[in-house]
């Protein structure tokens, strides 16, 4: 059976929570990506999902996603994903295209965080 690996590092940039994500989220791997949102849930409901090494998101991953997602917009919070690599992003406009924000870069998804709405 093959190995899949998954790195999730959390770092805080003002009010918002960055997780890098690096590797596979999968079946094998979706308890690690739980428990470190589970660790750093309570700090900010503002995250961004830094995808920039996430080399493949299955539905299982998408499925943690979502859920997270749900839990950050419950305590009045968002996910949103950066730097999503191509094969990535077209799964994910597919199938949750109205679901999730992405960015470009991890920067735009921080700074859309103090974006004043328009009216």
């Known amino acids: 059976m093959e190995r899949y690996d ?5 770092l805080r940039e003002d009010s918002v929570m960055v997780l890098h994500l690096s590797g ?3 079946d094998q791997t979706v308890q690690g990506f739980e428990e470190a949102f589970d ?4 700090t900010s409901p503002f995250v961004v999902l830094d ?3 996430a080399h493949h998101i299955s539905s299982i991953g998408f499925g943690a996603l979502l859920a997270a997602t749900v839990d950050l917009r419950d305590r009045s919070g968002d996910l949103r ?6 094969s990535l992003q077209r ?3 597919l199938a949750f295209a109205d679901f999730f924000q992405t960015f470009s870069s991890t920067r735009d998804a921080i700074a ?3 974006a004043v709405p328009a009216n």
């Open 91 to 93: 799964v994910l406009t």
């Open 51 to 53: 995808a920039s090494e």
């Open 24 to 26: 596979y989220l999968n």
């Open 81 to 86: 994903i950066a730097n999503l690599p191509p």
């Open 39 to 42: 660790g750093f849930r309570e």
């Open 6 to 10: 998954l790195v999730c590092t959390p």
């Open 112 to 114: 859309s965080y103090y």
